[in-house]
């Protein structure tokens, strides 16, 4: 087991720091989504992780969205990138300061196309006019509205209000993606042992309106049926 784990860490270092260095080289969205799907798929094989999504019809093929998620593991963003394989959605992720400075992580969000936010800040006039600006250039954003990792029993932790300012301020129809069970759980064992063959489900929801005045964590889990 330990040797796995040693493995698996080299793997995922490799393939994360390899495929910045090729997401460094091109400025063009649709090519950045197919050098990110390519990295997705092959960390989730060293993982020997499958995605299965469920409801893939309400899925649209285009568009600009703003994609909501729940988040329970560092492998979230490429389970979201194999679900969208087949569409012509490329996003701008949301990503946390911490991330950019990572050493593990640090390159690959720097060049995979996102866009920092910095919790720090009392200020999030510049957060904003980066999202917006990235609408204007035609792209779609993802983001977690957690905030984090939830590693609480709960479903989902509590939604920050941001997300649903961003689908506001944009006019931007949000896009509901929820990754059934405790993937956290799954990729832990997978880390241990990835000679057995694993399988995370990804549902997705209905479309929700930017103008819902409702609480967004509210009728994202009216979507999903989450207790």
């Not at 979230?76 to 394989?85: M, R």
Request: hydrophobic residues 40%; contains cysteine; charged residues 25%.
């Amino acid at each position: 087991m330990a040797f796995n784990k040693i493995r698996q860490f080299f793997t995922a270092l490799y393939l994360t720091n390899s495929y910045g260095l090729k997401l460094k080289d091109t400025n063009d969205p649709m090519k950045k989504k197919a050098l990110r799907l390519a990295y997705s798929m092959d960390q989730l094989n060293a993982l020997n992780i499958g995605i299965r999504t469920k409801y893939p019809e309400r899925l649209p093929k285009s568009g600009q969205y703003l994609l909501v998620s729940n988040h329970r593991t560092i492998i979230d963003p490429p389970i979201i990138e194999v679900v969208l394989k087949n569409t012509d959605i490329f996003g701008l992720w949301i990503a946390k300061k911490e991330l950019y400075n990572s050493f593990f992580f640090g390159m690959f969000v720097r060049n995979a196309g996102c866009i920092l936010l910095d919790r720090a800040k009392s200020q999030m006039a510049g957060f904003f006019a980066d999202v917006k600006e990235g609408v204007q250039q035609g792209s779609s954003i993802f983001i977690f509205p957690e905030g984090t990792r939830n590693k609480s029993s709960a479903p989902v932790a509590e939604f920050k209000e941001g997300s649903r300012i961003i689908a506001l301020k944009n006019r931007l129809p949000m896009l509901p993606v929820h990754i059934r069970g405790n993937a956290a759980e799954v990729l832990k064992a997978a880390i241990e042992d990835s000679s057995v063959r694993r399988e995370i489900v990804v549902e997705i929801g209905e479309p929700i309106d930017y103008r819902e005045k409702r609480n967004l964590q509210e009728v994202y889990s009216e979507r999903f049926s989450l207790a």
